[in-house]
């Protein structure tokens, strides 16, 4: 099988943890590929672990810093974005990548998902999307496609799948690319991307769950995706959207790149000295604080 | 002739209570007198009734009293919104042109508006007010023009001088009222006044949180837990504080975290509704053990409550706040200086103890202005507990008092790992009953040395010889105070709690065959059943309001007398 012969096809990066670490994630997991995609990545990127914090939320996608030896923020369920925020303004040295599902970002996290491309700070997001939720056990995602039977929704889902390119580019996200995890190669290269733009990138990763997902499989994503063509416009926001919503072919790599948008963190005047290093107040300021409502 | 003096101005939103008040409590500290003043107001913008009460006593009193001997109605409403605290004694100030005689023989006309257009335009008319006061107590008119012309400097000598005059006609007003009716204000003035400044709770909160090196916040504004944010947010580049407007309360601590991970000193400000959703991020600061402070300015609840009223209901809310088990501290500062003291005990504690710490305020607190002693004001060393990390660095190293070396990411050779998760040394998942255990133990091993630690309460009065003590926390402590003082029997002794939690052991010891009273703004006496769990004491008396409004100092005094003679 394709996803094995990659697998075995191991790169050594510093980003491996020591051999015979517990992975628990399932045979066959679309995250085995995308975790080796995001560890070469930021190995041909030169970035320094020392620097780098992986940030995650909770769910099967969100431990996926555990097994990338780096500074590691593994919080809540649906709060990686905060928490990615709050480190990056910080210490903006820090490279700040937070990993996590679809369910933990455009579910409970999904207001964060929103306000975070807003201000645009330079993170990079990669999102695991299954289209279901693997932790608990096979309920529907917010990218699940209406008509899929689970077994909370025995019915089918009733819901509107998210679309999380279309939300992104609504809302000018300044970097909206999707991958597949089944190509680790090209993934990687749109990662790299990614994680080298200076704003906030988004990368929507479509991945098999071997598990639950007995729709979107293999096979389906393989019948169904398509790269989008050497020449398209990346700067073409209108053109992307209509692209986003397309149906029948589900295009794969970067749709959109806007570098003109203002960073949050530079319009804050946030320096390149850390928080940890801030000076507290002397006596003499102090005074002069005080002395202001005499 | 008074010695001890409570006026009123009342009027709708936006009619410039404010700006009388803010002008006289300028003034009046000039000038060396103690002044007070705390504000009830509507949930709206415009419109409704609205009062501040202001205090000039010559014995610092900073606390709400029910009596007003003084009224200045700015609207139609204003007598029946405060009619249950208009006595016979009270004199009303208001415009007879405007709303007639409707208020009879205790109503002295004050033609503010005919002087306000005499300087130059109605506008001028609250300018016009804080004159008559300042005229009729004899306060020497330049400390007012001079703060007036400070005021508004920036907008132009014409503006200011205009000013000027609008104070004049009503300063001349008050001084030939004061001569017919005969008021004077006799409250002696120490010759050496020691400098002192003037501020509101939030202002004191903001100064502890600057020099407690605070420089991130992230939170989500609501009343009244968003002055220390406006706070911060005005001074960014000053004291290099990031500020971030978050999109919820959950975004506010979640980042407030990473931030703290991440090496920054971090709070939080909310109030009981926006702490609700805070819960979780309280939980993952007990289990990732990093420092957070978070503020909650009470307000009544439940839900929406009543938005803009004072309370102490969310003790309980503070104590108990996010699942699991975990160490956690809750200041209670009752004054200016211990609001100023507290934040800054709370950031260092937070540091030391890699715990959240709360700082229990509420509206009242946090919106009464008053004075305090410059000199007073002190600065706690700010104490920082980051090493840099080597690369055999572990973030949960266990330690005999449970506290693992705090790195943070980028400092040093190590990577600093930290799980929501269950974890071992290292921050990685485990489901290890065995280090389960440890971690367990370690996450509140600090809690004996949390205590230890905890600050005693301060003592009101002849505490040894009284058999009975009342205990306050929070806002209570000036009330409380002044309520022993009134009631001047020596069988009362007051206790106040500038921290809630946890409770020093010595306190057990105070409390031997004591009678124990503890009044508190809130419906079920959460901190008296606290006390009693904590020590295993009875407390003989729950003394509660849960009305929206701050205790009086005259309904402390009759609680206090009545169980005098029960």
Redesign the interface.
Known sequence: MHYISQIMNKTVTPFDMPDG?DV?WCPGCGNHMLLKAVKSALHELGID???L?M?SG?GQAA?SP?YI????????HG?S???????K???R??VVVVESGDGDMYGEGG??F??AIRRNIDITVIVHDNMVYGLTKGQASPTSQRGMTTPLQENGVMLEPFNPLAVALALNAPFVARAYAGDVERTKEIVKQAIAFKGFSIVDVFQPCVVFNKVNTYQWFKERTVYLPENHNVRDRTGAFGLAIQQDKLLLGVFYRNEQRERYEDQ???GTI?????N??D?EA?QK???N?? | MYQDISMVFSGAAGQGVQTITGALLHVLKKYGCNVFSCSEYMSRIRGGSNSTEIRITEKKRDAYVRRIDMLFALSHNVVEHLKDRISSKTLIFAEKEKFGDQWGDSCIDTPLTKFAVEAGSAGFSNIVAAGVVLGMFGIPLELFTAYLQVKFAAKGEEIATKNCIAAKLGYSFGRDTAATANISLQISIPAAMPERVLMDGSTALGIGAVAAGCNFISSYPMSPGTGLLTFLANRTKEYGIVVDQAEDEIAAINAGLGASYAGARAIVTTSGGGFDLMQEGVSLAGMIETPIVIHIGQRPGPATGLPTRTEQGDLNLALHAGHGDFARVIFSPGTLAEIIDTTQQAFNLAQRYQIPVFILTDQYLLESVSTIEAASVKRRTVETFLVKTTETYQRYAFTDDGLSPRGVPGYGDGLVRVDSDEHDENGLITESFDIRRRMVEKRLNRIRSLMETACMPTFIGSVDQAETLVISWGSNRWVLEEALDVLGNRAFGGIHFSQVFPLNPVINSLFENKRLFVMENNATGQFADLLSFETGRRISRKILKATGEPFTVEEVVDALHQSDHE
Do not use: C
């Open positions: 670490i628990a672990r020392k620097n914090v940030v909770i431990k555990q030896k780096a500074n590691m923020f593994n919080g809540l709060r974005l905060p928490a990615a925020l709050g480190i303004l910080a210490n040295n820090l207001n964060h929103l306000h804050m005047g946030i850390p928080l940890y290093q801030s507290p107040l006596e102090f604080l005080v002395n409502y005499l």
